[in-house]
């Protein structure tokens, strides 16, 4: 504030008033700011919240009367719902089959765009700046548009007993082709910022390129890589549509199966509120473990 | 696709483990010639993600639109378009896609904004945007279930209206006693009127007044019953009296004459009326007394008005045929707020201090620092987060699929997409003109993330 020292006659009286009144406003605003924010936060949990107790109570409490009452009445608490729905072998099947869908898919394309976007990045080919634009205009592309045609296609590839179509194998291809675009802009971004010398270097060492690219960029990508991965995996561990088009009873994930238990809302709490959580415990285990990554992702992200 | 151009010279074969030893440095681009991987090359990195993306991204997009024109039985048709614009459950989705992107976006942005200048200084800014940034994590579907049981419309179930009736009643401390009334029959002291009930004979000021009545449901009686009580003999311009439940548990008792054993009905609002005017008013006491004041010299009706019978407030109708959109889009706020303020709050930290400092020290107060100088700088932040949720809004489909439980009048494009060619529609012409429609919807964000990515390029 050395421009107040400069500042003659009127203006240093003014100054200082400004100051205090500046002062206890900010300080009466900030209560107010943080009474505030804590009454958001609050609003941000309590349907978690609720959510997570609903599921530890009986069908019959949750039926006549609302989760808080177990403030009031903590004996209410219980774990029959949890046990009555992992008992059900379908619900069951039904996260295993989201775990067999959401893996590969991560892995998928963590591969695939780390090595097309190493392409963009270091290699050069005629067209390359043109094919990316492509890449980058395929982000925004609605999953809707593919819906059709991909069943089509999926329901003429038939050998050997498999059916592409209804499979766990043609769900992840699909999370995959879905899930490049972003991946190989995230990745060439990044990718283009490690220092060229350490390539040179790496040639002139003799590496071969998949060398260079196991050895230096996929290890300096670590972040983006870690980005991504989380990404990725939220996606298709968290979507819906893709499932409900391709996935059959035999391959359909946990929100699929949830969906199904769906049509009488009311009577079924006891089935949704746990389903509901355990499909959310471990996307937000993975939130709060790499948040920091999840941050970067998303300020990266923010095209599509 | 690749095709194996050469266009730089001593790539051989074996170039891929490449002439360790070659050129030296070229001193224009700072390349070493000899160690440029050969272009084919890159097509062997390129080509899974190549593979994918035609088949099952840009393939499916022409055939999208080639088959959005096809009808039924192959033959070209336009109908599949218009037929977007017919129909009440598409119109009903054409008009709740543009509330949704009117309203989504802006709202979660303006949310965003909001948190962000207010988190800057506080202590637990990471702890207060960890818990708005949760639900991202968060499927659309378990959104959706966590806010069905928020909307759930019994108060005692749902907790919006809980709260909504909590606040409700603190803020007008009524009490309703539903289906309550007057005894039947003649010559009784009382008589219904409309919704509410009149006595029978006129009163006048300094008089007392007895107002019984009869089939209170025990749920709506006071915990506590207070005995009732004979009113206070009335001072000169007043009116005293009781309302209380004229029934004794367990019989008994005389009809229209305050016994021991019957209860007081407190909260209950009494209306002195004159020509269809209210002259007077009062609220029973809790032994169901009550005083009316300043009553003017004449005759004048006592009056317990309808809302004394209506059943209490319930809350608002979350899911019903007007709300159900507003409250969608609700959930949505709560599941983006987070990813807007993220982007805000990086925006906000990269702009320079110096300008507001500036701003501040000519005088400029903080509304107009913020005004007149954070927001010009934070606009291109603003314009991006607007443009993505955008693009996302189009593609909405769980959460109004799982909270809106098919409901037409939660529909919007991006779910009636999947109903018409998947959930029971099986009309794949009609899924395929939306799914253009919603690809032309995005287009101009497809441009503006080309424009912005050429320009960061330069």
């Known amino acids: 504030m050395t421009a107040h020292d400069t500042v003659p006659g009127d203006g240093s009286a003014g100054a200082p008033r400004r100051g205090i009144a500046a002062r206890v406003a900010g300080r009466l605003g900030g209560g107010a700011v943080q009474a505030v924010l804590v009454l958001v936060a609050l609003f941000w949990l309590v349907p978690t919240l609720g959510l997570l107790v609903a599921s530890l109570r009986s069908n019959a409490d ?30 069951v099947d039904s996260f295993w089959n989201t775990v067999l869908i959401t893996v590969p898919a991560t892995v998928l394309v963590v591969v695939i765009a780390s090595l097309a976007a190493y392409a963009f990045a270091w290699l050069e080919f005629p067209g390359r700046d043109w094919l990316f634009l492509v890449v980058v205009a395929l982000l925004v592309v609605p999953v809707q548009v593919a819906l059709v045609p991909v069943a089509k296609l999926y329901g003429k590839i038939e050998f050997g007993g498999f059916q592409m179509f209804g499979s766990i194998t043609g769900v992840v291809l699909f999370h995959v082709a879905f899930g490049l675009p972003f991946a190989i802009f995230l990745l060439r971004n990044f990718f283009a910022a490690i220092p060229r010398d350490l390539l040179e270097a790496a040639r002139m060492d003799g590496g071969s390129e998949w060398t260079i690219f196991r050895r230096v960029i996929f290890p300096l990508g670590g972040p983006a890589i870690a980005s991504l991965g989380i990404f990725q995996f939220l996606w298709v561990w968290n979507d819906l549509l893709v499932s409900l088009v391709f996935a059959d009873t035999d391959a359909q994930p946990m929100t699929k199966w949830l969906q199904s238990q769906m049509r009488q809302f009311t009577g079924n709490i006891d089935i949704l509120a746990p389903g509901a959580f355990l499909s959310l415990i471990v996307p937000l285990a993975v939130f709060f473990a790499f948040q920091r990554y999840f941050v970067q992702g998303v300020l990266a992200g923010s095209v599509k | 696709m690749m095709a194996p151009r050469e266009d730089t010279p001593p790539a051989t074969a074996g170039a891929a483990t490449g002439g360790a030893a070659a050129t030296g440095p070229d001193a224009s681009t700072g390349r070493r010639d000899g160690l440029r991987p050969p272009s084919w090359l890159a097509g062997s990195f390129l080509l899974p993600a190549l593979l994918l993306l035609g088949f099952l991204v840009v393939y499916p997009i022409v055939y999208t639109v080639v088959r959005s024109f096809l009808d039924s039985s192959g033959g070209f048709t336009t109908s599949n378009y218009t037929g977007i614009f017919e129909g009440h459950g598409n119109l009903l989705a054409v008009r709740n896609t543009a509330i949704w992107v009117v309203v989504a976006p802006t709202l979660v942005t303006i949310v965003g904004l909001l948190f962000a200048v207010l988190t800057e200084r506080i202590r637990w800014a990471t702890a207060f945007k960890l818990v708005v940034f949760m639900p991202m994590a968060i499927s659309f579907l378990a959104s959706g279930v966590i806010f069905r049981l928020v909307y759930e419309q019994d108060p005692d179930k749902g ?65 506590k019953p207070v005995p009732a009580r004979a009113a206070a003999p009335p001072g000169p311009g007043r009116i005293t009296g009781t309302v209380w439940f004229d029934f004794t548990r367990g019989g008994g008792g005389r009809p229209n004459a305050v016994d021991p054993s019957e209860a007081g009905l407190p909260g ?121 949720l955008v693009i996302n809004v189009l593609k909405v489909f769980d959460l109004v699929f799982v909270i809106g439980g098919g409901d037409p009048n939660a529909g919007v494009l991006a779910l009636q997409m999947w109903t018409e060619s998947f959930g029971g529609g099986n009309d794949q012409g009609a899924g395929s003109a939306i799914a253009v429609l919603l690809f032309l919807l995005v287009l101009p964000a497809m441009l503006f993330n080309i424009r912005r990515l050429r320009r960061e390029r330069k």
Do not use: C
């Open chain 2, 268 to 388: 209950v609002r009494v209306q002195a009326v004159r020509d269809g005017k209210v002259v007077a008013s009062a609220t029973t006491r809790d032994d169901g007394t009550f005083t009316l004041a300043k009553v003017p010299a004449g005759p004048v009706t006592l009056r317990l008005p309808a809302g004394n019978f209506t059943a209490a407030y319930g809350g608002a109708e979350w899911l019903g045929d007007t709300l159900i959109t507003p409250a969608i889009i609700g959930a949505y706020l709560w599941v983006w707020s987070g990813f807007a303020m993220v982007l805000i709050a990086a925006g906000l930290a990269a702009i320079p201090r110096d300008a507001l400092e500036a701003a501040r020290v000519d005088g400029a107060t903080e509304w107009q620092v913020f005004r007149r100088v954070t927001i010009p700088l934070l606009s291109p932040v603003l314009v991006v987060v607007l443009v993505t």
């Open chain 1, 62 to 91: 949750n039926n006549s009367s609302g989760w808080w009452t177990v403030f009031t009445k903590p004996s209410q608490l219980t774990f029959s719902s949890y046990s009555a729905l992992l008992d059900k072998p379908d619900f």
């Open chain 2, 159 to 223: 907790v919006a209206n809980a709260a909504m009736v909590a606040v409700h009643d603190a803020f007008s401390a009524e009490t309703a006693y539903p289906g309550a009334g007057p005894r039947a029959g003649a010559a009784q002291p009382l008589r219904a009127e409309g919704g509410a009930v009149v006595t029978a004979r006129p009163v006048t000021a300094g008089s007392t007044a007895l107002l019984p009545l009869l089939r209170v449901k025990p749920e709506y009686l006071p915990a």
